[in-house]
């Protein structure tokens, strides 16, 4: 079974500081993962994603990831918070092979204050 | 180029009414995912489908819920018989290959976000 775990639920940094995002996920195979954002009433945009190539990844808007396989870790981060960033991420499960269910973290909401 | 078209985006019925929601995948793809995202809480998946078949459909409630993707036009999820509980946002995506084997992202529509009155 897997399962992705999202230590916060509301994250809240102030423009220019660092994002931290936190997710830890649980996976008995080499899973891909994913992070994607959700603006309000909007679908989910996919920000980066790892599938056993380089363990640090880049993604769009600034954001990175690091997959850390000791600690089942795949935190996201960006150095400045823009105004903009404001919105619920979630990181995503996805099992290498077991076909094609992604499995979703609870989501963080990241506010971000002027 | 568009993406993942969702329609409608918003729909409202009463209790025992069917819903009925469409999604066009991307131009190319012919895998389809369902998920429900209840209020606050991240999204659940549903079904998978490719072109005329159910690949995946252990997370559908087993009554009242089905979902299509024929040969020619949109997937479409139905919902009978709507009950309260079923007030959600409805998501799909599409992929152009099975995500798990090819690390392939799932690319989402905004959404049908289903009223029950």
């Known amino acids: 079974a897997q399962s992705v775990t999202q230590l916060d639920s509301h994250v809240s940094v102030s423009e220019g500081t660092p994002v931290l995002l936190r997710c830890n996920y649980s996976?008995?195979?080499?899973?891909?993962l994913f992070w994607y954002v959700q603006h309000p009433n909007k679908g989910l945009q996919l920000l980066l994603k790892y599938t056993s190539a380089a363990t640090l990844v880049k993604g769009i808007n600034g954001f990175e990831a690091e997959f850390k396989k000791s600690e089942t870790s795949f935190h996201l981060t960006k150095p400045s918070a823009h105004m903009s960033d404001a919105a619920e991420y979630f990181c995503v499960v996805s099992l290498n092979n077991a076909g094609n269910m992604l499995t979703f973290g609870g989501g963080t909401r990241l506010m971000v204050k002027p | 180029n568009a993406g993942v078209m969702q329609n409608p985006r918003h729909l409202v019925r009463r209790r025992g009414q069917e819903a009925r929601l469409r999604c066009s995948p991307m131009?190319?793809?012919?895998?389809v995912y369902w998920y429900r995202q209840l209020p606050e809480e991240g999204l659940k998946f549903m079904v998978y489908?490719?072109?005329?078949?159910?690949?995946?459909e252990s997370g559908m409630p087993k009554e009242r819920f089905s979902a299509e993707f024929p040969k020619e036009g949109p997937s479409i999820l139905r919902i009978q018989q709507v009950v309260r509980g079923d007030s959600a946002a409805y998501f799909c995506?599409?992929?152009?290959?099975?995500?798990?084997?090819?690390?392939?992202?799932?690319?989402f529509g905004d959404g049908t976000r289903l009223s029950i009155l």
């Open positions: 995506a599409s992929s152009a290959t099975g995500t798990g084997a090819q690390g392939q992202p799932q690319h």
């Open positions: 996976s008995s195979y080499s899973p891909s």
């Open positions: 131009k190319g793809h012919s895998h």
């Open positions: 489908l490719q072109k005329e078949n159910i690949i995946d």
